[in-house]
């Protein structure tokens, strides 16, 4: 079975501070996503990469940076996190036309 | 960019009834696919089932099935036989492959199962 793993599944974090959400897959995907997940707004894509070191915009990239260094772990950086970014954050992988996602990380910015 | 609308943000189903999600997707390509993913309360989204749009039969896995209507652009899911265990955030999906890999998710669709 895939695994898709991320680094917390509740985070608080004050504004102003740097965030990073930490995601990992084993099943050797090439395509990895960030999603972000709000009440009647559905997934909107943040970024996503479709190899090391490689990465795309998606939808709502203001505020997100993204860096993939390895084949398994894509990661998202708020550089300077704000209360309009608290949200749930979802990282999927992909492998032809099939996506895998994680649990999600809940994030509350204060 | 693909638009994909879910008109019905909250349904409800009488447990061993059937029920039936909407969604409708905005596209010009002929070639793409199609899917439902299910969200449990607290849990991890998993794939329900899934639809190529160059197959003319509709999928079905298990108690669920889709109605798909290439010509209307709709892709509706139907639950036999509700189950508790149903009770999710269902989200329907179109995937092209011209646009890098992209996904794109509907607004979501809650549904309650009534015992």
Not at chain 1, 67 to 89: P, V
Not at chain 2, 25 to 44: A, G, I, M, N
């Amino acid at each position: 079975d895939v695994k898709v793993t991320q680094s917390s599944r509740y985070l608080v974090k004050r504004t102003g501070e740097k965030v990073f959400l930490e995601c990992v897959q084993d099943m050797d995907h090439e395509n990895m996503f960030w999603y972000r997940q709000d009440p009647g707004l559905g997934l909107r894509l943040i970024y996503f990469s479709y190899d090391v070191k490689m990465k795309e915009k998606g939808d709502i990239p203001e505020g997100y940076s993204v860096s993939r260094e390895k084949k398994e772990r894509f990661s998202l950086i708020l550089e300077s996190a704000s209360t309009n970014q608290t949200s749930m954050y979802l990282c999927a992988s992909s492998i032809r036309y099939e996506q895998y996602f994680g649990p999600g990380t809940r994030l509350t910015v204060t | 960019a693909q638009t994909v609308t879910q008109s019905q943000p909250e349904m409800s189903v009488q447990e061993a009834e059937t029920v039936t999600l909407s969604c409708t997707y905005d596209t010009s390509e002929s070639d793409y696919y199609l899917f439902w993913y299910k969200q449990p309360p607290s849990r991890q989204m998993i794939l329900v089932i899934r639809q190529e749009a160059y197959k003319q039969q509709n999928a079905t896995e298990n108690r669920f099935s889709v109605n798909f209507q290439k010509a209307a652009k709709s892709f509706s899911l139907k639950i036999s036989d509700s189950q508790l265990g149903d009770a999710a955030m269902y989200f329907c999906a179109y995937r092209s492959p011209n646009t890098g890999n992209q996904f794109y998710f509907g607004t979501g669709t809650s549904l309650t199962v009534i015992p």
